[in-house]
Structure formats: structure tokens, C-alpha cells
């Protein structure tokens, strides 16, 4: 998004269907925002009939910058954004240096607006250096343009530090996204306890690593009045424990992510690290709860947890390798073929999960398709089928279960404050404006 | 998934002649019941030639074997040692140890030592379960699996069979084998339930809880609730090997308490039939999982089992590299 957002040039989009009411809609864009009417000159999107919807928002994503620019940048990261459709990513803070001060936010903030292809909104870390002990500050960190507060990887083990940052946290007013996992019932496990856990010979991560910490910090919500999300949660106990959470009224929101309601523990298969990530594949019968979840609604909002890993690193023994899967590029067709066609959700809906509901969740700033909202938007192929080839992601992680899998639902192309961000190779209907802005900032 | 699986063909390589059949040996998991037993049938005559003085031969004349140790193992490195020099095999040996970090890298690395090296067999013991796959899909040589972390040690797997096919006059039918012990971290307890298996034996666990992996029973074996039960009427007993580091790391209050309600006494082995025989993989922790009456007892095969292991490497190595087996030879 270098530099001139505000006077992104207009744009008008033709032919287009709107995401939540299908009907047939034009949408002019100028000046980084949605406008009125296009002036004349407009350069001109023709949409072909494909669904416009506000740019997705993936609150759970690892740009692995600072310091881990081997497994992807902020400008890799955000590009793979684009590419599935994001106009927005939340960027967890346990890089190196880990992001625990103001300057770090700040940092964040000012490369992605430098080299970022959507917006990046820093979460900050929750304790100094992640370690559990003492708090970050909060309130500074908030005030540099932290959104949340997490110590996402390491969860912070002792209940008395959490029941000080869920006290302390009112000051900043911003959610702790909690990752649940207690690490002594990890221990060194690899993948979910189970029959292929034995038969491979892995330790198991037990379901109730994640499930204990949803129920110690319900415990400790109700203590504090403090407000939680819970990061990816991959089992049935653990939405259990939140739905007896929204019989009690409590504040805390939830997250899934696209794998939880499409594999299960049995794609590690024969040690395939590709499908090593925390929490790990569950069970079918915690796939079958992630999917009634999300129909019930007990689901919040989407995110990948989108992990990059360089293609040493998962290249080591399975117990060796580290855990994450890059999700981005794939969310979208993920979430059409194995919710929106197998009819646990309407698009719609599935949508709101990816747009709305997590601008919701997390105070950010809201996008309408109608005049004076910000012009981040996705046009999307709901109907299009394509192979996931990892080599032509444009993250720099290829790490992903998905490779060579047959999906439905392509994201043609993205708007961020009114510029062409992506536009698939196969679709020409935005060539006209990806010319033009090419000429004018060739980068 | 591309598992390269049980016995799977390794891919030719340019040239490989003799060795265009080469095959991996990574597990005992669905191995067919006619190619188990083709391989006891070998074992048992290399079995005899040994005993009759008729090794070395020159059957593996020409192939290279290497044998890469990445966790530290005596006995099985001088079984297949020993197993290599009998057929005739160059063979070259090499450890390596470190922490588990240092030992991916060096995995990773190793590979193209290996590869440059031109080896045709590839004997590998690694503290990572699947680390045998994972050579068998990155190296150009077939590779034996001498046992991967918790997975599987089929050679130890094959050499109990053998030992218990000795025990049972050569009838598996309607057998059971009771295994006592550390299942969960038990890599010869894999080996065995899968062959096992194959073969129609019925294998009985006993264990403390904190030591059976979850969702045990799917692997094709019961579950009893105390060792007694286990035994009683058993035709055969394996007690496993357990780990001081057991203790630490508390899974287990104490190796006296173990001893007590766990631990193979001669008053247990007696709820067993008459002519029921013991095992054990080694090396043994005398007086707590097998009490030392029982170890040099009259039902124990446990050297037999050591004698049996050579007899099983000649018949393996020789299949992996690509040698027909007895009743290829034949017909």
C-alpha cells in the first residue's frame, strides 16, 4: 500500500454480486474510499456476475517480522494476503525481538505501511518477551497501535499473571487473545493423543491441554470482568467449556481455523510434518464439534493461524520439525469447499465469519459496501474450481496439508483503500486498472 | 501419503543391476503373513549354517551396507554387524549423538555423505519415530530400520516371532503372547503386535496406565487389568525394558513399586500354560521388570533370542539388497 492511499485513483467496479443480498451491483472507489458515483475517467472493473464483499480479515496471522525473515516478511506475508483475498491481517507478536514495546508496534506499523499490500494491525505481546512473568505495558502498547494482547505460542502458564493482565487490561481496552494450551499436559508431544499418535510411535498432545486453559480462564474472566479470545480452538471440549461460557453471559469471543473443520489427526499419515501444527488435527469427533460450532454459531470469527516455516525446517524428522501451516492463500477455498458446499453455512454467513465478524471482534474499523466506507475490498469466485500448488503461493512458506487438493473458490481480486492489491492471473477483468497502476508505481 | 511401505520395492537407481530389487525394510505394520514367514523360513537356515560352521558366505559379495547409529545401541549394531560380515557384505559403521536439534541437522546432512558414498543398504537406528521413512524417501539406498523412537524395531520384531515360532513347534494358531511393560515408549512392543497380527496370535498388554499409549486396543491387541491377568494361560510372556527416566519424569512412583505389582515373578510366569516360554528384548533391569529366577529359568528364550536376531539380519539384509529369498531360490 506504498504511501498514496488517499489518492488512490477511481475505479469503478461493474457487474458485480453483492456477498450478502446477491444482487447485481456497481461500486465506484475513489480516494481510498467508496464513493458516490465514479468520475468519467474512471478506469473500470468488469466483475463478470463474481461476489464483492469487504476485504477479509485474518486475526491470526505470523508475518515472522522482525528477525524471521527466512520464513517470511511483512511484504511476503501481506502479499500472501492480497492473493486470498485479505485487506487486513493481525500480526502476532512472537517474532525477534519479540513485539513488547511501543517502538516494536510502531516498527510493525511503519514497515507494512512501507512494504505491506494490506493493512497490518500489530498485536502486541501480553508479557515481556513472552515469558509469562511480568506484563508488557499495556497501556503504552495500546497507544502505539496494539489491537490485542497475546503471548500466542507460549501461553502464559501461571493463573495469577493472567488474572493480572485480565485486571490491568481494562486500562488499555483492547482483547487478550489467549492460546490454550497447559505445557506440562503437552509435554513433548507432537500431534493429538490418539490411535495414530500410538501407531506412529509420537507422544500425544491430549485434547484437555487446550480444554483445561479454556475452563482456568473462563474461571478467571468471571474473577476479573477481564475480556478473552480464544485463538484456534481445535476440540469439542474446548467449545464445551464456551458454550457454558455463553450461558453465563461472559466476555469472550472465539476463533477457529480452516484445517480444524477439515482434517483430522489422520493426514500426519506417515509422518507428514505438513501436517504438524498447535493445536494439533483433532479427532473426526472434534472435527464433527469444530463444524457444529461454527453452525451454531459459538464460532466468532475466522482466522488461519497462518505459520510459515522455511522448507528446511519441515524438512526435519517429525518430532524435530516446527509446528505451523501457512493458511492464507487457501482460507477462502477452504472455507467454500468444506463449509459453504457441504451446507454447514451459507456464503453469506461464511462471509460475515471472514469480514465483519472479526472487525467486530477486535474494534476495527468497519467496511460497507456503500459511500464514505473504506474501499477494501475482495471480489470472489465462488464457483471456480483450482489446484492448490504450493510453488506459486505467494508466501514464502509452502508449508501446507493442502498441496495438490482440488478446492472450490478463488479470489479474483483485491481492493485495499481503493488499489488493485491482487489480481488472479486468469482474471482479466481487472487488467485495465492493474496497467494503469503498474505504470504509475512500477515496484 | 507417500508411505514407502513395508518391503516396498526402493527405487532403481541407473546402473543398480543385481539391485534394481532392492527393498526397504521400515516396519512389520501390514506386512503379509506368506513374506513374514518366507523370512523366518531364511532366518532359520542361516540359523543352521551358523550353527554348522558354513558362515561367512559370499551371498552379499560386493554389497555395501552402512550402518548409521544415530542413537547409541550395542547389540542390535553388532547383530547387523555381525550378520553383514557372515554374508559376505563391505560394511561401514557410524555414530553420531548430540542433542535432538544437532541430530536433525545431522540427519539432514548425513544424507549426502551417504548418497556420495555409493551405499546399497542403509541400516538406521534414530531416536525420531519415522526416521526411517523419512531416509527411505531422501536417500538412494534401501533402507532397514533398526529402530525409529517409539515406532518400530522390526528386525527385533521378526527375531522374537522366530524365537516364538522355535517355542510353539512352528504352530501360531490360537497362541496369545502377553507383553508386560512400557508400551507406550516400546518400539519392539510395535513390531511384535504387528507381526503378530499377521500371523493370528493374539497379543494380551499389561501395563501401568501411564504407560499404554492411547487408543491402544485399535493396534489389535486387549487390554488386561493386572499383570495376572495377562498371564494366565498365556503361551508366551514379553516383559519390556523400563526406563529409569520413567521415574523423572513421573510416570511411574518408583521401580520397587513397579517390581512388586508389575515385574515378571516366577509365581506369575506359573499361571502361564506348562510349556509357555519368556522374553525379553534387553538389555535387562534384573529384579524389576524380570525377576533374575525367571531370566535364567528354564522357560526363558531369551539367548535364543539373541542367537535368532543375527539369523533374522542375514535373512532381512539379503532381501533388502535385492538377493531372492530361500523360496525364490528354490523355485
Not at chain 1, 485495499?416 to 487488467?431: S, V
Not at chain 2, 532366518?43 to 560352521?53: D, F, K, P, Q, S
Not at chain 2, 519368556?278 to 524389576?288: F, K, Q, S
Amino acid at each position: 500500500m506504498s504511501g498514496a492511499v488517499e489518492k488512490s485513483p477511481p475505479v469503478l467496479i461493474r457487474n458485480a454480486r453483492h456477498w450478502r443480498t446477491g444482487e447485481r451491483i456497481d461500486l465506484a472507489l475513489y480516494g481510498g474510499r467508496i464513493v458516490e458515483r465514479a468520475p468519467a475517467h474512471a478506469r473500470v472493473v468488469e466483475a463478470g456476475g463474481a461476489v464483492l464483499s469487504p476485504g477479509l480479515v485474518d486475526v491470526h496471522v505470523h508475518l515472522r517480522e522482525p528477525g524471521h525473515t527466512a520464513k517470511e516478511t511483512i511484504a511476503s506475508g501481506t502479499r500472501a494476503a492480497a492473493a486470498g483475498g485479505f485487506t487486513a491481517v493481525c500480526a502476532m507478536p512472537n517474532t525477534e525481538p519479540v513485539v513488547d514495546s511501543a517502538a516494536w508496534v510502531e516498527w510493525v506499523a511503519a514497515r507494512a505501511r512501507e512494504a505491506g499490500h494490506c493493512r497490518v494491525y500489530p498485536i502486541a505481546a501480553l508479557t515481556q518477551g513472552q515469558r509469562g512473568e511480568q506484563l508488557a505495558p499495556l497501556v503504552a502498547l495500546r497507544r502505539a497501535g496494539a489491537v490485542a494482547f497475546s503471548d500466542d505460542g507460549r501461553p502464559v502458564m501461571s493463573a495469577a499473571v493472567m488474572r493480572r493482565a485480565l485486571e490491568y487490561q481494562r486500562h488499555a481496552d483492547a482483547p487478550i487473545i489467549c492460546h490454550e494450551e497447559d505445557l506440562t499436559l503437552r509435554g513433548d508431544g507432537h500431534m493429538n493423543e490418539g490411535f495414530t499418535a500410538t501407531r506412529l510411535g509420537l507422544a500425544g498432545i491430549p485434547a484437555a491441554a487446550e480444554s483445561v486453559m479454556v475452563w482456568r480462564d473462563l474461571e478467571l474472566v468471571e474473577l476479573t470482568g477481564g475480556r478473552v479470545h480464544f485463538a484456534h480452538l481445535s476440540c469439542a471440549a474446548s467449545f464445551e467449556a464456551l458454550r457454558r461460557a455463553r450461558e453465563r453471559g461472559l466476555p469472550v469471543t472465539a476463533e477457529t481455523c480452516p484445517h480444524y473443520w477439515t482434517l483430522t489427526d489422520e493426514a500426519v499419515g506417515d509422518y507428514d510434518t505438513h501436517a504438524k501444527m498447535n493445536p494439533p488435527l483433532r479427532s473426526e469427533a472434534d472435527r464433527a464439534a469444530v463444524l457444529a460450532a461454527i453452525r451454531e454459531g459459538l464460532v466468532d470469527c475466522f482466522a488461519t493461524d497462518h505459520a510459515p516455516h522455511t522448507h528446511e525446517e519441515k524438512q526435519r524428522p517429525f518430532d524435530q520439525a516446527p509446528f505451523g501451516i501457512v493458511g492464507l492463500e487457501t482460507a477462502f477455498a477452504l472455507t467454500v469447499s468444506h463449509l459453504v458446499r457441504p451446507g454447514h453455512l451459507s456464503l453469506a454467513r461464511a462471509l460475515e465469519l471472514w469480514t465483519e465478524a472479526p472487525r467486530r471482534v477486535f474494534g476495527l474499523p468497519e467496511v460497507r459496501l456503500e459511500p464514505g466506507f473504506p474501499a477494501d475490498l475482495a471480489l470472489l469466485d465462488p464457483e471456480r474450481e483450482w489446484t492448490v500448488d504450493p510453488a506459486r503461493f505467494h508466501s514464502q512458506g509452502r508449508n501446507t496439508p493442502f498441496a495438490g487438493w482440488r478446492l472450490t473458490g478463488l479470489p479474483l481480486a483485491t481492493f485495499c483503500a481503493g488499489r488493485l492489491t491482487h489480481a488472479d492471473p486468469g482474471f482479466a477483468g481487472a487488467r485495465e486498472v492493474a496497467e494503469a497502476q503498474l505504470a504509475e508505481n512500477p515496484r | 501419503m507417500n508411505r514407502p511401505a513395508v518391503l516396498d520395492p526402493a527405487p532403481a537407481r541407473e546402473g543398480a543391476g543385481v539391485f534394481a530389487a532392492r527393498r526397504h525394510l521400515l516396519g512389520l505394520e501390514g506386512i503379509a503373513r506368506e513374506e513374514l514367514l518366507d523370512i523366518l523360513d531364511d532366518a532359520a537356515r542361516y540359523r543352521e549354517l551358523a550353527r554348522t560352521h558354513q558362515l561367512p558366505n559370499q551371498e552379499l559379495k560386493g554389497v555395501t551396507v552402512g550402518n548409521a547409529f544415530f542413537e547409541d545401541s550395542t547389540r542390535t549394531r553388532v547383530s547387523f554387524e555381525l550378520a553383514e560380515q557372515r554374508l559376505g557384505a563391505m560394511l561401514v559403521t557410524f555414530t553420531t549423538g548430540g542433542s535432538s536439534v544437532s541430530k536433525g541437522e545431522t540427519l539432514l546432512d548425513t544424507l549426502r555423505v551417504i548418497a556420495s558414498m555409493r551405499v546399497d543398504v542403509l541400516v538406521v537406528r534414530h531416536a525420531s519415530s519415522g526416521a526411517a521413512s523419512y531416509l527411505a524417501r531422501h536417500v538412494d539406498a534401501a533402507v532397514v530400520n533398526a529402530g525409529d523412537g517409539r515406532h518400530e524395531h522390526p528386525t527385533q520384531g521378526l527375531l522374537d516371532i522366530m524365537t516364538l515360532r522355535m517355542a510353539w513347534d512352528g504352530r501360531f494358531e490360537g497362541r496369545r503372547l502377553a507383553i508386560v511393560g512400557d508400551v507406550a515408549h516400546s518400539r519392539v512392543a510395535r513390531s511384535a503386535i504387528h507381526g503378530l497380527n499377521a500371523l493370528g496370535v493374539s497379543v494380551t498388554l499389561a501395563a501401568p496406565a501411564t504407560l499404554l499409549p492411547a487408543d491402544v486396543e485399535a493396534l489389535g491387541v486387549t487390554v488386561a487389568p493386572t499383570v495376572e491377568d495377562a498371564l494366565a494361560g498365556a503361551d508366551a510372556a514379553m516383559a519390556l525394558r523400563i526406563q529409569k527416566e520413567r521415574m523423572e519424569s513421573g510416570l511411574l512412583p518408583s521401580l520397587g513399586e513397579y517390581a512388586r505389582v508389575w515385574g515378571v515373578t516366577e509365581a506369575r510366569v506359573a499361571l502361564m500354560k506348562p510349556e509357555a516360554v519368556v522374553l525379553h528384548p534387553g538389555p535387562m533391569n534384573r529384579g524389576v521388570e524380570i525377576q533374575p529366577e525367571v531370566a535364567d529359568g528354564p522357560r526363558s528364550v531369551i539367548f535364543d533370542q539373541v542367537e535368532n536376531g543375527v539369523a533374522i539380519r542375514c535373512a532381512v539384509l539379503r532381501r533388502c539388497a535385492g538377493r531372492a529369498g530361500a523360496r525364490e531360490a528354490r523355485s
